[in-house]
């Protein structure tokens, strides 16, 4: 069984820093490519950030230059920092991965996502 686990949201001041970080867990084979996506309310989940196994990365354009996605293959985390935060950062933000149980094609699991909370 895999699991994904966020942790590290929390409420914040608009201009302040926040770093979320999400641990795989379970019967994994390989972690390949992983992501943070976040929700606002009434809006539609949207992808934030995504960084591959070997760390090329690929960012929404309302988050380039104050977000960096990370990952420690050893660990099976990947973390996003988020600097210069903006009261439209607000949301959920969800971890996925692409994950490999056995010797076959990766398989998208979700984390439960973790609140992110900018006060203007």
């Known amino acids: 069984q895999v699991r994904l686990v966020e942790s590290g949201g929390g409420l914040v001041q608009a201009g302040g820093s926040l770093r979320v970080s999400c641990l795989a867990s379970?019967?994994?084979?390989?972690?390949?490519?992983m992501a943070w996506y976040r929700q606002a309310p009434g809006k539609q989940r949207e992808l934030v950030a995504d960084?591959?196994?070997?760390?090329?990365?690929n960012y929404a354009d309302s988050v380039k230059g104050r977000f960096t996605i990370s990952r420690d293959n050893a660990k099976n985390t990947v973390y996003l920092q988020m600097n210069s935060l903006k009261p439209e950062d607000t949301a959920v933000y969800y971890c996925?991965?692409?994950?490999?149980?056995?010797?076959?094609?990766?398989?998208?699991?979700w984390g439960q996502g973790t609140q992110v909370t900018v006060s203007s």
């Open positions: 379970g019967s994994i084979f390989v972690v390949n490519v």
């Open positions: 960084i591959t196994r070997g760390g090329s990365t």
């Open positions: 996925k991965a692409g994950i490999s149980v056995t010797r076959t094609p990766p398989v998208d699991y």
